[in-house]
């Protein structure tokens, strides 16, 4: 099921265009990575889709419900968590809760849940003022999670954060989209990306110039996996047999080793040595490397991900 549709969205400010004609969808319990350099339109598009800020053009439904800037039953489907910290840090993180419970209209015992959930049940009732960095963003993120909303918008929830709050965080996601819900998270750590995200959409000067899987985005750019062994036996012989392997594009030896050129290295790795086995040779040591998002942004942006 589609939870969030976006299409033809644009949007301009004065002589800048900082979103043309992006169009995607995220379905139910699939997380999407927005990735894009500073001022690639990330931030405009996700304050359209939230409803935030007015389209010049294009359309929003959430779960069904068209989204504008003037409707309330789209946003009451939207869970938004901001860049900026959006708490009162005089009031105990279960104030907190309480209070933008209270706005959302949602059940008392939700804020009890979401505390649960985002790991702050002990520390509920310390002002919020006292939470180090990462124990706020998870503060925030719980309020975004008060109403149930259907689609998670995360806006670089983990920038900033210690390492344990951000493994925190993004355990969260995880389980949030385990559960069915969609997720719509930007990050500046490319890693994350890697981690979480069942497909992405690489933004740039307010286009949407890539998208999908990982493992698509790579063949687009027709990049493959590499798999290097280390051998004993005759490596000749185990290079014939392993070039033969049906997803195997190219073999060269090293030394003691070969180096293979695969489509993807995971699902080729079993039969390549079996294959070599069958040889007569014997396999020491495998490694593989498939390239990463990394490699695919700097390919279609020429910018670093923090650029």
Partial sequence: MTVLSCSGLRRRFGDVLAVDDVSFTIGEGETYGLLGPNGAGKTTTISMITGVLERDA?????????????TVAAKRLVGYVPQELALYPDLTGRENLRFFASLHGAARSRVEHVLGVVGLADRADDLAREYSGGMKRRLNVAIGLLHEPK?????????GVDPQSRNQIIENV???AAGGMAVLYTTHYMEEAERLCD???VID????????????LVERLGERDRISLQLEGDLARAAAVAGAVPSVHGVSAHGHGLELVVDDARE???AVLSAISTGGAVVRAAEFDEPNLETVFLHLTGKALRE
């Avoid at 000067?205 to 698509?216: D, H, K």
Wanted: aromatic share 0%; hydrophobic share 40%; no cysteine.
């Fill in 199 to 201: 497909r992405v959409g």
């Fill in 174 to 176: 995880r389980t949030l």
């Fill in 151 to 159: 689609l998670l918008v995360l806006d670089e929830p983990t920038a």
């Fill in 268 to 270: 080729a790795l079993p």
């Fill in 205 to 216: 000067s307010g286009r949407l110039v890539a998208e999908g899987t990982r493992r698509e």
């Fill in 58 to 70: 294009g359309e929003v439904v959430v779960a069904g419900v068209p989204m504008s800037t003037r």
